[in-house]
C-alpha cells in the first residue's frame, strides 16, 4: 500500500468528508497565538486527486471563480499546482486567517455538493513559532475528520515527532485530533 492509499483510506469504505470540523482551526488558531506563541504563516491549501471530466473541471472553475471574487474583496491571493504524486493543490494566501479556513471550507463543499468529496485528501495549515526556528503545520484529513500536527526537522526528510505529541496534548481541547498516531502521516514538499 502506496502512501497516498494509506492516506486516502487505503480502499476500506469510510465515512463521508466532514468538512465543518475544518473551522475547529479558527479556535485552535487563537490558543496557538496566545499560549504557544505561534503565527500563522498567512496561506493555507488544500490538496485532492483531480479526475479529467468536464463535470469535474466545472466545479473546479466554479469554485476558482467564486474565490477569486471574494479574494479580491480580501486581500487574498490563490493559486493552484500540481504535484509530482498527480495530486493538486489549491493555495490561498491571505493576512486574514478565519477567510483562509472559510475559503478552504467553500473549496470542499463545492467538491463535496459535486459527488467527488471523496477525492479530498487534506487540508493544511501552516504556522511559525515566534523567532522563525521551526514551521509547524496542522493537517486536516478529509476521510478521517480529523487533524494531526506534523513537524519536519530542518534539511531532512525526519519530523520531530516528540514537538507533535506535545502539540496535540497541548491543543487537544481545540481540535479533533485523529487518535491514531500511525495515521499521522508525512506531507514531505507542501507548497505553502
Do not use: C
Request: charged residues 25%.
Amino acid at each position: 500500500m502506496g502512501f497516498f492509499d494509506a492516506l486516502l483510506g487505503g480502499g476500506k469504505k469510510l465515512k463521508g468528508v466532514a468538512p465543518d470540523r475544518l473551522f475547529a482551526m479558527t479556535t485552535a488558531h487563537v490558543t496557538l497565538q496566545t499560549e504557544l506563541d505561534m503565527r500563522s504563516a498567512g496561506s493555507a491549501g488544500i490538496v485532492f486527486q483531480p479526475i479529467n471530466t468536464s463535470d469535474f473541471e466545472q466545479i473546479l472553475r466554479d469554485a476558482h471563480e467564486l474565490l477569486s471574487g471574494v479574494s479580491q474583496e480580501q486581500d487574498s491571493e490563490l493559486e493552484s499546482a500540481d504535484d509530482e504524486f498527480g495530486y493538486r493543490w489549491i493555495i490561498l494566501r491571505d493576512p486574514d486567517f478565519e477567510d483562509l479556513v472559510v475559503s478552504l471550507n467553500t473549496i470542499s463543499t463545492e467538491l463535496q455538493g459535486g459527488g467527488y468529496g471523496e477525492r479530498l485528501l487534506a487540508a493544511v495549515f501552516p504556522f511559525e513559532e515566534t523567532g522563525g526556528k521551526k514551521r509547524v503545520y496542522f493537517i486536516y484529513n478529509f476521510k478521517r475528520g480529523s487533524f494531526y500536527p506534523f513537524v519536519p526537522s530542518a534539511g531532512t526528510q525526519q519530523r520531530d515527532t516528540e514537538r507533535e505529541l506535545r502539540l496535540k496534548a497541548q491543543l487537544e481541547r481545540e481540535l479533533p485530533f485523529e487518535p491514531e498516531t500511525t495515521r499521522w502521516f508525512p506531507l514531505w514538499e507542501i507548497p505553502l
